[in-house]
């Protein structure tokens, strides 16, 4: 392996591509709003992780595990950012805050279940990132809008990958297409807490996207593969989710003791 002193290429790429390194200090608001986009990012790339070697076919294990670190890396980033409001590293973050100090989304953190369950949070998820991250490349941020800039090149991916996905299982076998229906019903609930704009937003002006701005785009899109895949919109209640606040899913305490468990047994340790 090449080296540079005592510092390897790789770990050269990896300083390079974590925006936020090296650079000014978050304000409190804008390192509250990172943890948003960071958790979001990091608990789903945990729950995909868990499809490895059990995908419903090989190209699928290895789809939704470039998926997985597609998010890992995001969340590094913005982890990384966020913590340098306080002093406190990527590893800090996800592996030593306590659930209440999470800020991620009730949807990302519901089961996997089936694979149409995973497909159809992953299509409420990825669009709603598509239309995040091109709004947040004009960010008043530079960071953010670096962070953005990277993120939506992958996430249009993820996108595509969920709708093409919905389409196969909707036109599929009756079987199928009732399981994509009963995931989307499942999943639904949980949507309209990504579009609820709070006073941090107000806070922080131009450095955010207005998560209310991004629902019209959403919807554009969500309406067009459903038109395709002949299904409609679940009639079904807004959960009153909080995770933006510290309130979880009952899930949350579950995925993060399995995420975290190494570290917190082995603080420090390093292979």
Known sequence: MST???????????????????????????AEYALRLGDDALILSQQLGAWISRGPELEEDVALGNIALDLLGHARSLLRYAGSFDGRSEDDLAFFRDEPEFRSAWIVEQPNGDFAQTIARQLVVSTYMVELYAALRSSGDATIAAVAEKA????????????????????????????????????????????????????????????????????????????????????????????????????????????????????????
């Open 4 to 30: 540079h002193g005592d510092v390897t290429v790789e770990e050269l790429h990896l300083a390079q591509e974590l925006a936020g390194s090296g650079e000014r200090a978050a304000s409190a608001d804008v």
């Open 152 to 271: 939506l090149k992958e996430v249009d991916y993820h996108r595509d990958h969920a709708v093409q996905w919905t389409l196969r299982l909707a036109g599929g076998t009756e079987e199928s297409r009732s399981r994509m229906i009963r995931a989307l019903r499942d999943v639904w609930p949980f949507v309209d807490e990504l579009f609820r704009d709070d006073p941090l937003i107000d806070r922080l002006g131009d450095a955010a996207a207005r998560p209310s701005s991004l629902r019209a785009g959403f919807d554009a899109v969500i309406d067009t593969v459903f038109a395709r895949a002949d299904l409609a919109v679940p009639d079904v209640a807004a959960s009153s989710a909080g995770g933006r606040q510290g309130s979880h899913a009952t899930p949350m305490g579950h995925i993060l003791a399995e995420m975290q468990v190494l570290a917190r047994r082995h603080p420090g340790a390093t292979w």
